[in-house]
């Protein structure tokens, strides 16, 4: 006996026929809203372009008018010009270097001291007046900041590197935490970076404590080589004695158990003689060294070394909206826009007003 399916109440077909037209109407009010956007927008643009075509003449003429302005303008103004010095900070001068730098910024940009500036640079007073900006930041590279984060992450105990990530540790770090900076430097004329470069580097520099610590280097290192040296040919003196006894070792007969027995540090007594090879190592070691020192003489022998200095000729830095040919025109363009807006704007509340 089959058992009969329960038939839907009328009222449940009426509920669902009224939630199926709400849907639809939402759906439909939705459509007309985004259509009436899009026809709003395409109105918009059709009365500009109508606006445009019928005060094509008077816009035309602002651009023109403006265009020619800014081209004289530029031509009787001078060209900004900029140029970039590379340099590498040595015994965490670059405090020293920041703080110079903000001077030299003062008086050329703000205070325009030109006789400061001529006396400091070894430049005349009216070259000086063209020198409109010095400018700094340290030259970040990620490999660099990656590998400096490796060293600091090797030195934190299990608990602070938990805490220090690489992120937190990239944006804890400070220009002074770089060695080799950008500077750039603004002026009018674009052949005054050489004629500055060797007096600004020294001024930027300028510090009695660091300039007593580069000298005291120069004596430590000259002292090292001078050591390394004496090692040097006390080796050489050394392996020249072991081939001599070789030589002799090897004109004589060879009788068991006798020879000439040398040792050298924890040499094993087994070993006749010492083999000069651990000699000539320890030699080709401290000629490394030696090496390294000359280096270290040429990299440390100032406060702050150039890494590439100033061009022959600055380049032009200026941005569009610095050139009047370009900016002038804009600005003429945007006015003529405006006065034809509140003129329209004026004959609309007119006729608002009379109805």
């Given amino acids: 006996m089959s ?179 950008q500077i750039g430097v603004a002026s009018t004329d674009k052949r005054i970076y050489k004629k500055i470069e060797k007096a600004f580097v020294l001024e930027i520099s300028e510090n009695t404590y660091l300039k007593e610590l580069v000298e005291v280097n120069k004596i430590n290192l000259d002292k090292k080589d001078e050591a390394l040296l004496k090692q040097v040919q006390k080796t050489d003196s050394l392996v020249g004695e072991y081939l001599k006894i070789r030589i002799n070792e090897s004109n004589k007969e060879l009788v068991p158990g006798s020879g000439t027995n040398l040792y050298m540090g924890d040499a094993e007594s087994s070993n006749l003689i010492v083999d000069e090879s651990k000699i000539v190592e320890k030699r080709l070691e401290l000629e490394a060294q030696r090496r390294q020192v000359n280096q270290d003489k040429v990299e440390q022998q100032s406060v702050v070394n150039v890494l590439a200095g100033f061009p022959q000729s600055g380049y032009d830095i200026r941005k569009w909206t610095d050139k009047m040919k370009f900016l002038i025109p804009v600005i003429l363009f945007s006015i003529t826009l405006l006065v034809f807006a509140f003129l329209g704007l004026g004959k609309y509340l007119s006729k608002q007003s009379k109805l």
Avoid at 54 to 71: D, L, Q, S
Avoid at 116 to 134: D, M, P, T, Y
Avoid at 140 to 168: G, H, P, Q
């Fill in 3 to 181: 058992k009969e399916l329960p038939q839907p109440q009328p009222s449940e077909e009426v509920d669902l026929g009224q939630l199926f037209k709400l849907i639809g109407n939402a759906f439909d009010r939705f459509f007309k809203f985004i259509a009436s956007i899009f026809i709003g927008i395409y109105k918009v643009i059709l009365l500009l372009l109508i606006h445009f075509y019928k005060r094509m003449f008077w816009y035309v003429g602002a651009v023109a008018i403006g265009v020619i302005i800014g081209f004289i303008i530029d031509k009787n103004s001078d060209k900004l010009y900029g140029a970039n010095m590379y340099i590498e900070t040595n015994f965490n001068s670059a405090r020293q270097v920041y703080e110079n730098l903000k001077q030299f910024h003062q008086l050329a940009n703000i205070d325009k001291d030109s006789l400061q500036l001529a006396s400091r640079l070894n430049i005349s007073v009216s070259e000086a007046a063209k020198l409109k900006g010095f400018y700094i930041e340290p030259d970040l590279d990620e490999n660099t900041i990656a590998e400096m984060y490796s060293a600091f992450y090797t030195k934190l105990d299990s608990v602070s590197r938990l805490e220090m990530t690489y992120d937190r540790y990239k944006e804890s770090l400070t220009p002074y935490n770089f060695d080799i900076h």
